[in-house]
């Protein structure tokens, strides 16, 4: 079945620093590939998106690149803010008609000033 | 900007009673969704609603658990007979329509502790 994996742990970087988070993937077809970010006391909002093999999904400041090669979808960012810090889940939809999303275990990110 | 809401934020409950968790989806959506996350585990995909009957539920979703959306704003998730293991955070999320690649909005979800 469907499933995304994500790096495990926390990130504690300080501000102005480059954030990597590393998401691959296991599905059949070309699925959708999100990036959803959870702010304290908040739903999950969509960040970006991908819908084929070597798109970039780009917001905010924040890109990832649709990697069919490699099943990845990295998020990447190149200068944080205290302001992203969240917990932030690569998450991916089937291309066969229904429309659940498979999640990963997020990432807690913390950005020290 | 619209949002999905839920209530209550968090809900405390003894193992065997029946819980619902409520949500106001926003209001021109037509697909609706309950997801679950046990603590350090993944968000996981419920049940998906449509025209007032289930669309798709994942093999978590066994008999303990219904949905309804009872009043055309409401949509709400039962649990008859909560376990310990039905601990999690539940979220709630809606979009307007499932072709193409649609986002489904999501509610700041309800942390649900059986006790």
């Known amino acids: 079945g469907n499933s995304v994996t994500q790096m495990e742990g926390p990130v504690t970087l300080s501000e102005e620093a480059f954030l990597t988070i590393n998401c691959t993937y296991t599905?059949?077809?070309?699925?959708?590939l999100f990036w959803y970010v959870q702010y304290p006391g908040e739903g999950l909002q969509l960040l970006l998106k991908?819908?084929?093999?070597?798109d970039k999904g780009s917001n905010k400041g924040f890109e990832a690149t649709y990697r069919k090669e490699t099943t990845s979808f990295h998020l990447e960012k190149g200068s944080v803010q205290v302001s992203d810090s969240a917990v932030y889940f690569c998450?991916?939809?089937?291309?066969?008609?229904?429309?659940?999303?498979?999640f990963g275990k997020g990432n807690q990110v913390v950005v020290i000033p | 900007e619209p949002e999905v809401t839920q209530t209550p934020s968090h809900q405390v409950t003894q193992m065997g009673q029946e819980v619902i968790l409520r949500c106001v989806p926003i209001?021109?959506?037509?697909?609706f969704y309950w997801y679950r996350q046990i603590l350090g585990q993944k968000v996981e995909f419920l049940v998906s609603?449509?025209?007032?009957?289930?669309?798709?539920k994942s093999e978590i979703f066994d008999d303990q658990f219904s949905v309804e959306r009872p009043d055309g704003s409401n949509f709400t998730l039962k649990i008859r007979s909560t376990k310990l293991e039905d601990s999690a955070m539940y979220f709630c999320?809606?979009?307007?329509?499932?072709?193409?690649?649609?986002?489904?909005?999501f509610g700041p979800g309800t942390r649900l502790t059986v006790t």
């Open positions: 209001s021109n959506h037509l697909y």
């Open positions: 991908a819908t084929k093999a070597d």
């Open positions: 599905a059949t077809g070309y699925p959708s």
């Open positions: 998450a991916l939809s089937s291309p066969y008609g229904n429309n659940r999303l498979a």
């Open positions: 999320a809606s979009s307007p329509n499932s072709g193409g690649i649609i986002e489904q909005y």
């Open positions: 609603f449509y025209n007032n009957e289930i669309s798709e």
